[in-house]
């Protein structure tokens, strides 16, 4: 089966770091993505993983070991407009080659003053 | 560009009536699209992937005869809820994946806010 795993709900401060961890354990491992959503809108993409390492772009970076099933999210210099939920998903092994992504619950950021 | 149009954005129906939500990719041709739904405060759940020319192919627990798709050319996919119930009240997204874009590719309809009465 498919199983990703990321916290619930987390608090930061405004102009703080934050990190959020996907822990992921899939049939097969194609790439790795976070999503940023807000409430009642569709999500926007954050960033992409495939190899181990870090992976930067402004104030957002996401991480990945494919040993440990393991990524994170980092957001630094955090602003009131990072509120929203933040989605980790995974491209399996499709052996049909659609590109389907499993999606975990989500982290549901909310920064404060 | 890779721009994903879907509506309606929001619709309320009667219980046992169905409803058609469209998925259409603007500017590119999507062989493949994806149907999710979410839960309030809860995560994007697969339902469907919908292919060109051919039959969907469902999630396990997901009713194919409930949740019919169609996607009878490269720029669009319908969902429709058949007889609908309370139960089916939920925000559905589609999704697509620009052949050009491999890696960035997903981008997100803005979603279809659907609550029946």
């Known amino acids: 089966g498919q199983n990703i795993d990321q916290p619930t709900e987390m608090t930061a401060t405004e102009g703080a770091i934050v990190q959020i961890n996907c822990t992921y354990q899939?049939?097969?491992?194609?790439?790795l993505f976070w999503y940023q959503q807000h409430a009642g809108e569709a999500p926007t993409f954050l960033s992409y993983?495939?190899?181990?390492g870090l992976e930067e772009k402004g104030r957002f970076s996401s991480f990945l070991s494919r040993s440990k099933g393991y990524s994170y999210l980092l957001l630094k210099e955090l602003q009131m407009k990072d509120s929203a939920s933040y989605l980790c998903?995974?491209?399996?092994?499709?052996?049909?080659?659609?590109?389907?992504?499993?999606f975990g619950q989500g982290t549901t950021l909310q920064v404060k003053p | 560009g890779a721009v994903v149009s879907q509506h309606p954005s929001r619709v309320i129906c009667k219980s046992g009536t169905s409803v058609k939500i469209e998925c259409r990719s603007l500017?590119?041709?999507?062989?493949?699209m994806f149907w999710y739904r979410q839960f309030p405060k809860q995560s994007l759940m697969l339902m469907a992937t919908?292919?060109?020319?051919?039959?969907?192919?469902?999630e396990q627990g997901v009713e194919k005869d409930k949740f019919l798709i169609n996607h009878a050319s490269l720029t669009l996919s319908t969902l429709t809820v058949t007889s609908a119930h309370p139960e089916d009240s939920s925000f559905y997204i589609c999704?697509?994946?620009?052949?050009?874009?491999?890696?960035?590719?997903?981008?997100f309809g803005s979603g279809t806010r659907l609550t029946v009465v």
């Open positions: 899939t049939s097969g491992f194609n790439g």
């Open positions: 919908s292919n060109e020319g051919s039959k969907a192919t469902y």
């Open positions: 998903a995974v491209r399996p092994y499709d052996s049909s080659n659609t590109g389907k992504l499993i």
């Open positions: 993983n495939v190899l181990d």
């Open positions: 999704s697509a994946r620009p052949g050009w874009q491999r890696i960035y590719g997903y981008t």
């Open positions: 500017d590119f041709q999507a062989t493949t």
